[in-house]
């Protein structure tokens, strides 16, 4: 018993990313990411989202408030909410909020993190599962 156990304590822990690429235009697939990810969170295993593309206006402030529901999920006001406080890791990129002129410093959510194409192949390298939504 006391081998499977440490076997246990030394394993790394599963991460899986979630890369989100929609945002208002589409509200279902802009919540899959968030869904899933909140899934993970709540199986211990560790999720991260990142934003690119349109679905960098999710880490905008205010924004994923004013969206349509997801089509049977919850808003995704509350979906990233949870996510956050599940203890979820939320990337942003850099060339992406600077072309639809976000301000890293004033306009992301609190725990949004800015990160670009170099940092993200190491993490979905270093994942153990990579979704694309």
């Not at 560790?46 to 402030?61: D, H, P, R």
Request: include cysteine; glycine fraction near 8%; aromatic fraction near 6%.
């Amino acid at each position: 018993m006391k081998k499977e156990v440490r076997r246990i304590m030394t394993e790394k822990q599963e991460k899986i990313l979630y890369f989100c690429t929609h945002a208002s235009g589409n509200p279902e697939k802009a919540a899959m990411p968030f869904v899933m990810a909140n899934a993970a969170l709540a199986m211990d295993v560790k999720a991260m989202v990142v934003l690119q593309g349109e679905g960098v206006y999710l880490a905008k402030k205010g924004y994923a408030e004013n969206m349509l529901p997801p089509g049977g999920f919850p808003p995704l006001s509350k979906l990233v909410k949870d996510f956050m406080e599940l203890g979820g890791e939320l990337k942003v990129c850099v060339p992406c909020i600077k072309e639809r002129n976000i301000n890293e410093s004033t306009d992301l959510i609190e725990g949004a993190e800015t990160t670009a194409a170099g940092a993200l192949t190491v993490e979905a390298i270093e994942a153990d599962a990579v979704f694309v939504y």
